[in-house]
């Protein structure tokens, strides 16, 4: 079992940034693939960005590449998702995902993940 503790999310203007972190604990082993998914109203979560754990690949869906920026701790059980350029459009319920295995081709479907904790909420406003 891993515990996923998310953080950082808040209210910024368009065009401003925030910084998410996700803590993962209470496991046996070390989660291989950790991403960040998003959920807007209405809409279906959706994958943000993955990283490999230690192998340090990183992953990111379309409309976030060169605004989102991946990475994780030194010990391998902190994720961060650095969010600049901040739109509308990003506004959602950001979650983090972990799971055993390393990331994939398929990084961004939810059933890829084991693991998920309870989400922060990123609003953007214009």
């Known amino acids: 079992q891993v515990q996923l503790v998310e953080s950082g999310g808040g209210s910024v203007q368009a065009g401003g940034s925030l910084r998410l972190s996700c803590a993962a604990s209470?496991?046996?082993?070390?989660?291989?693939?950790m991403g960040w998914f998003r959920q807007a109203p209405g809409k279906e979560r959706e994958g943000v960005a993955a990283i490999y754990i230690g192998g340090g690949s990183t992953y990111y869906a379309d409309p976030v590449k060169g605004r989102f920026t991946i990475s994780q701790d030194t010990g391998g059980s902190t994720v961060y998702l650095q969010m600049h350029s901040l739109k509308p459009e990003d506004t959602a319920m950001y979650y983090c995902?972990?799971?055993?295995?390393?990331?994939?081709?398929?990084?961004?479907?939810?059933?890829?993940?084991?693991?998920w904790g309870q989400g922060t909420r990123v609003t953007v406003s214009a």
């Open positions: 209470k496991y046996t082993y070390r989660p291989k693939c």
């Open positions: 995902a972990a799971d055993a295995y390393r990331c994939s081709a398929t990084w961004s479907a939810v059933d890829e993940y084991t693991y």
